[in-house]
């Protein structure tokens, strides 16, 4: 490993610091200053409308704060041109809470997009990456259907296959357990926790899903009002006797 | 937010960038696909159309001269102002009709379920993936267009004059040849790149800007390119129309 390499690896997945992010006169992310640190999964925890969501997207450079700044992966997300802010997005994968699939194309052929479109990846290669995919996520068999012929689930876990394609150091959950029954909800946190362990990835997830974080996250911080409450490893979150914390834990009306 | 005052300049900053995409090398099989599929579809709707107008145009055009005693030179009318004006004015119509509103529908409802953030997250640009072939399908499909809205309405005159208003037939194809010289039709052929682009610029911004969410977001979006682009195609007419032959007058 270069130097250039060894640092670029101890630099945090996820810096935000003091970002501001208003639509309106609302702050929805208020003065956040935040480090996710590379090969854990973090768990960003937090009741519906608090900038969970806006959080991701300003990480990816999908949304620009009206203050502070956002270093993911090692670069000035705001500061870099658009070129190296389409090349950081191509180390990155993301899971959106409606799985964003392309309707039209199977399941197959959406898992091969960014390997045909970004990598122009060979189609023996592709078929043998899409393959090995396909069967990470525990869909070997779903290829040639169409999106909508599949279950929550089963889109999910397509998403995630996607999402994992071109490789990326680090992969990004908005909502994976939204919409879904308890058990397949189950799977989805089982099949990320697996994954995670296998690949020794970063993986940042956003939920307001208590089981599925005390399963999946390695730490974790909770978002109230647009502002970090707390954050840490899981341990100590959830074992923190802040009132608001501990409301939220145990699912009592704030 | 962008302050109001720029909204008017929001739809050229958005054809630059979408012309700029067009350089920066769309996906050739994409393109291919659309250039034929946008030019099958809006064909028949142009065809039809144009069909019928040259006839309602030479049957007005015969009430006019058949008191004067010059019936046999209502295919004049329809030669000079049909081909020259209201053909391919139609045949943008038709284009932003049945093109406008489906490019519109579809990219908006492609950015509603967040498949256009999906693509900018795997590091590839909206513009040069969906725009780009989008617009050059247009381009492409607008002379086209324009050509068989030419003949077809040509063709309506003929078939009216020759069968209800009971002109000769040969002298009924040569009045309605001898108004249409090469020069119009390739007048004609220009305004049809110039109504594609428009009509394909104004449906890509209306399906790539952040409106309303949902199923409503996607139908205001479609029928904004509808009226926005039909305006725009009769502006664009009228202004190509006074730019080439008002230098005549």
Same mark, same amino acid.
């Given at each position: 490993?270069?130097?250039?390499?060894?640092?670029?690896?101890?630099?945090?997945?996820?810096?935000?610091? $003091?970002?501001?992010?208003?639509?309106?006169?609302? $702050?929805?992310?208020?003065?956040?200053?935040?480090?996710?640190?590379?090969?854990?999964?973090?768990?960003?925890?937090?009741?519906?409308?608090?900038?969970?969501?806006?959080?991701?997207?300003?990480?990816?450079?999908?949304?620009?704060?009206?203050?502070?700044?956002?270093?993911?992966?090692?670069?000035?997300?705001?500061? $870099?041109?658009?070129?190296?802010?389409?090349?950081?997005?191509?180390?990155?994968?993301?899971?959106?809470?409606?799985?964003?699939?392309?309707?039209?194309?199977?399941?197959?052929?959406?898992?091969?997009?960014?390997?045909?479109?970004?990598?122009?990846?060979?189609?023996?290669?592709?078929?043998?990456?899409?393959?090995?995919?396909?069967?990470?996520?525990?869909?070997?068999?779903?290829?040639?259907?169409?999106?909508?012929?599949?279950?929550?689930?089963?889109?999910?876990?397509?998403?995630?296959?996607?999402?994992?394609?071109?490789?990326?150091?680090?992969?990004?959950?908005?909502?994976?357990?939204?919409?879904?029954?308890?058990?397949?909800?189950?799977?989805?946190?089982?099949?990320?926790?697996?994954?995670?362990?296998?690949?020794?990835?970063?993986?940042?997830?956003?939920?307001?899903?208590?089981?599925?974080?005390?399963?999946?996250?390695?730490?974790?911080?909770?978002?109230?009002?647009?502002?970090?409450?707390?954050?840490?490893?899981?341990?100590?979150?959830?074992?923190?006797?802040?009132?608001?914390?501990?409301?939220?834990?145990?699912?009592? $009306?704030? | 937010?962008?302050?109001?005052?720029?909204?008017?300049?929001?739809?050229?900053?958005?054809?630059?960038?979408?012309?700029?995409?067009?350089?920066?090398?769309?996906?050739?099989?994409?393109?291919?696909?659309?250039?034929?599929?946008?030019?099958?579809?809006?064909?028949?709707?142009?065809?039809?159309?144009?069909?019928?107008?040259?006839?309602?145009?030479?049957?007005?055009?015969?009430?006019?001269?058949?008191?004067?005693?010059?019936?046999?030179?209502?295919?004049?009318?329809?030669?000079?102002?049909?081909?020259?004006?209201?053909?391919?004015?139609?045949?943008?119509?038709?284009?932003?009709?049945?093109?406008?509103?489906?490019?519109?529908?579809?990219?908006?409802?492609?950015?509603?379920?967040?498949? @256009?953030?999906?693509?900018?997250?795997?590091?590839?640009?909206?513009?040069?993936?969906?725009?780009?072939?989008?617009?050059?399908?247009?381009?492409?499909?607008?002379?086209?267009?324009?050509?068989?809205?030419?003949?077809?309405?040509?063709?309506?005159?003929?078939?009216?004059?020759?069968?209800?208003?009971?002109?000769?037939?040969?002298?009924?194809?040569?009045?309605?040849?001898?108004?249409?010289?090469?020069?119009?039709?390739?007048?004609?052929?220009?305004?049809? @790149?110039?109504?594609?682009?428009?009509?394909?610029?104004?449906?890509?911004?209306?399906?790539?800007?952040?409106?309303?969410?949902?199923?409503?977001?996607?139908?205001?979006?479609?029928?904004?390119?509808?009226?926005?682009?039909?305006?725009?195609?009769?502006?664009?007419?009228?202004?190509?129309?006074?730019?080439?032959?008002?230098?005549?007058?």
């Amino acid at each position: 490993m270069t130097v250039a390499n060894e640092q670029s690896a101890q630099t945090p997945a996820i810096e935000l610091r $003091a970002v501001t992010k208003r639509f309106g006169p609302r $702050a929805v992310v208020d003065d956040v200053t935040l480090s996710i640190q590379r090969g854990r999964t973090t768990v960003i925890l937090g009741p519906s409308g608090t900038g969970k969501s806006t959080l991701l997207r300003l990480a990816t450079g999908l949304l620009e704060p009206e203050a502070g700044s956002v270093h993911t992966l090692g670069v000035d997300v705001f500061g $870099a041109k658009k070129h190296e802010l389409l090349r950081l997005r191509r180390r990155m994968g993301m899971l959106f809470q409606d799985n964003a699939l392309f309707g039209s194309l199977s399941v197959f052929d959406n898992v091969a997009f960014p390997l045909r479109r970004v990598q122009r990846t060979a189609e023996p290669e592709v078929r043998r990456r899409v393959d090995e995919l396909l069967q990470l996520v525990g869909l070997p068999e779903l290829g040639d259907r169409l999106p909508d012929r599949l279950s929550g689930g089963q889109r999910k876990r397509v998403a995630l296959a996607r999402a994992m394609a071109l490789s990326p150091e680090l992969v990004l959950f908005d909502e994976p357990t939204s919409g879904l029954d308890p058990q397949t909800s189950a799977s989805i946190d089982q099949l990320i926790k697996d994954t995670q362990t296998r690949l020794g990835l970063t993986f940042v997830v956003i939920t307001h899903d208590i089981e599925s974080a005390g399963i999946i996250a390695d730490d974790a911080g909770l978002l109230l009002d647009g502002k970090v409450h707390l954050f840490g490893p899981r341990a100590t979150v959830w074992a923190s006797q802040d009132p608001r914390v501990r409301a939220f834990l145990e699912r009592r $009306a704030g | 937010m962008i302050p109001q005052v720029l909204l008017p300049l929001m739809l050229p900053a958005f054809a630059l960038r979408a012309t700029a995409a067009i350089l920066r090398g769309p996906p050739l099989k994409d393109t291919v696909l659309l250039v034929s599929r946008v030019i099958l579809r809006s064909l028949p709707v142009v065809v039809i159309i144009c069909f019928f107008c040259g006839a309602m145009l030479t049957v007005q055009a015969a009430a006019s001269l058949a008191p004067f005693g010059a019936l046999r030179m209502s295919g004049l009318i329809v030669g000079f102002g049909g081909v020259r004006e209201v053909f391919p004015l139609l045949a943008g119509g038709a284009l932003a009709s049945r093109t406008g509103a489906e490019i519109a529908s579809q990219l908006q409802a492609m950015r509603v379920t967040r498949q @256009v953030e999906a693509l900018e997250m795997m590091g590839l640009d909206p513009l040069v993936l969906l725009v780009a072939p989008r617009l050059i399908a247009c381009v492409v499909a607008g002379p086209v267009c324009v050509f068989a809205a030419m003949v077809s309405g040509l063709v309506g005159g003929q078939v009216i004059g020759q069968f209800q208003l009971g002109i000769d037939r040969s002298a009924m194809w040569a009045t309605l040849l001898s108004a249409v010289g090469v020069g119009d039709l390739v007048v004609g052929l220009i305004k049809g @790149v110039v109504l594609g682009f428009v009509v394909g610029v104004v449906a890509c911004y209306e399906g790539s800007i952040v409106a309303e969410g949902g199923a409503r977001g996607v139908g205001a979006a479609a029928n904004r390119a509808v009226v926005r682009g039909m305006v725009l195609v009769c502006l664009s007419c009228l202004g190509l129309s006074a730019l080439i032959y008002g230098r005549f007058l």
